[in-house]
């Protein structure tokens, strides 16, 4: 325990204490404007043209923040010193060895993938999918004002996303991730020797394929029938859907893909975590 | 009372004296207050009037300009601390530890472009967060969004580069774990999927960003320079860009 608050109290990991605060304060802020906006109906036209001038108005708001946030930061520059440790040995590894904190989701990541997939493939399709969103997200409703009802699964999906797959586990991998990258509960000590046995075993073999050219095929199938669940979804609801008729198809296959992509992720830590399972395809030249 | 006051302040502001030092009063017109927006250079970003709930804290969370305001602080310490760092494995360590212990409020330089550079990565993201939340990429601010997830990823590549200059055991693991994934990067990483034959660690996409096959001297000075001199740049440009479509998709986005 002491040692976990050794590591809570570490000065590059203040922030991470700060995002433990200021997102729940967030959403908490936003969850109480969307639920008056979806009580009390979207604020009219009336309201956005009631203008006011920038000077005096906005520029003293601005002034007054940034005198705050230069407060908190010189409070924060004075108490808290910026870590210097030993100089740089490349012959000595500190275990565990983490990315700065911020990439500590990405890290997480490749306890569930191959780093093809969770250092490469992963945040590219991460910035791809944030770019395309406006793209892809054809509700014109909600725009410029908090609500839920207006738009459910669109932020569903970018909170989940978010809050559970970027800052959770980012405070994992800071804070509950110790030697050998092994999990460790808060009052656990931190034992650089700890022999954790490897159990898993891939998916295939869970369902009894010894044969490596059956595995590679039964993986296939696996994956392909995972990422074809979309397309039929598509095929099935496209006719009685007026919804999936406005998206068009290119819409909804980027779409599909990126949320299937997406959710791969816990779906991949449910079967590590509660099935040992280590790959669900492996073929001669990647293992997803 | 009020009336005497009222005399009083006229009686001063009319003086010889005073109309000697101020050449003009105030006036309180909206004249006066678009032209004190107009023509000031740092202010015309703006436009002279918002609409009222862009005034509103809990509207912006104020994360955009919070995010500019700590990318400022980092460029003005930034420059102040390039005076006494020198980007070589035999002094980059020590040059620090000199600046600490030996350069008047040294520590505090470092600790405030330290801590404004992870502020600026916590309120870039919470400003992603709330601009998803009040759908304000919705058209016409579709690229703006996509300007903004560039920005973000500069914003991370800034903050990673600055990580390995202090040169001790902290930057250089921090670095050489987050470079690593390259390696694996599908046909340009020599230990990726489909790897061609003739790619090796010493011409794959991880030697590109390291300037070797470890994290070493070169690498420093690579990554000085992007973070001091390339990064910032391609960062500033960018911000223009994203201010610019702010007004010209209309302004803060708001209920149309």
């Known amino acids: 325990m002491e040692h976990f608050l050794a590591l809570v109290t570490k000065p590059d990991n203040v922030p991470i204490l700060a995002i433990l605060f200021l997102i729940p304060y967030f959403m908490w802020l936003s969850y109480r404007q969307a639920r008056q906006t979806d009580i009390t109906g979207v604020p009219s036209d009336a309201a956005l043209n009631d203008k006011v001038y920038v000077w005096p108005y906005l520029c003293r708001n ?14 924060w520059s004075i108490m808290i010193d910026a870590p210097l440790e030993e100089p740089s040995d490349p012959t000595k590894t500190p275990n565990p060895s983490k990315a700065p904190w911020y990439f500590l989701a990405l890290q997480e990541m490749l306890v569930y993938f191959d780093p093809w997939i969770a250092g490469v493939v992963l945040p590219g399709l991460i910035i791809a999918g944030l770019i395309a969103i406006p ?10 004002y908090y609500t839920i009802k207006e738009r459910p699964f669109a932020l569903a999906v970018f909170s989940f996303g978010f809050i559970v797959l970027w800052i959770v586990l980012m405070i994992v991998g800071t804070f ?47 994956v392909a029938g995972y990422f074809s669940v979309g397309p039929i ?52 030249w990647f293992n997803i | 009372m009020n009336e005497e006051r009222k005399g009083l302040k006229e009686k001063i502001t009319n003086s010889d004296i005073w109309r000697s030092i101020f050449r003009h009063g105030y006036e309180d017109t909206g004249r006066r207050y678009t032209l004190q927006i107009l023509q000031n250079v740092w202010l015309h970003l703006h436009p002279p009037r918002v609409s009222r709930h862009a005034l509103n804290f809990r509207f912006t969370w104020c994360m955009g300009g919070i995010t500019f305001l700590m990318f400022l602080v980092t460029a003005v310490t930034g420059v102040l601390l390039m005076f006494y760092y020198r980007p070589t494995a035999e002094y980059a360590f020590r040059d620090v ?36 939340l009040t759908g304000s990429y919705k058209k016409p601010r579709e690229f703006n969004w996509a300007v903004g997830v560039i ?16 040169w001790d055991q902290l930057a250089f693991w921090a670095v050489t774990v987050g470079t690593n994934m390259a390696r694996a990067t599908p046909v340009l990483g020599h230990e990726g999927p489909f790897a061609p034959q003739d790619i090796t660690q010493s011409n794959d996409v991880r030697f590109a960003l390291l300037a070797g096959t470890i994290v070493g001297p070169s690498t ?36 149309l």
Request: with cysteine; proline share 5%.
């Open chain 1, 62 to 75: 601005e002034f007054i923040c940034a005198i705050i946030v230069m407060l908190v930061l010189g409070v």
């Open chain 1, 135 to 144: 793209y892809i997200d054809i509700n014109p409703k909600g725009k410029g």
């Open chain 1, 176 to 222: 509950l991730r110790g030697p050998g990258w092994n999990f460790f509960a808060p009052w656990e000590y931190w034992d650089p020797h700890l022999v954790v046995p490897l159990t898993n075993v891939n998916l295939s073999y869970l369902f009894g394929i010894r044969s490596e050219t059956t595995a590679n095929f039964f993986g296939f199938v696996v």
């Open chain 1, 233 to 284: 979804f598509y095929l099935w609801k496209r006719n009685s859907s007026r919804f999936l008729q406005e998206l068009g198809l290119v819409r909804y296959v980027v779409v599909s893909f990126l949320f299937l992509t997406m959710m791969a992720l816990p779906i991949k830590m449910i079967l590590r975590i509660f099935f040992n399972v280590k790959y669900i395809w492996v073929s001669p």
């Open chain 2, 97 to 132: 530890q000199y600046l600490e212990f030996d350069i008047p409020f040294g520590m505090l330089l470092r600790n405030m472009h330290r801590w404004a550079a992870h502020g600026m990565v916590i309120s870039v993201m919470l400003h992603m967060f709330r601009v998803f």
């Open chain 2, 151 to 166: 920005l973000l990823l500069v914003t991370f590549f800034l903050s990673f580069t600055g990580y390995l200059l202090p």
């Open chain 2, 220 to 255: 420093l000075l690579r990554f000085y320079i992007l973070h001091c001199v390339a990064v910032p740049l391609l960062a500033s440009v960018l911000m223009a860009l994203h201010f610019w479509r702010v007004r010209k998709d209309g302004g803060i986005s708001g209920p």
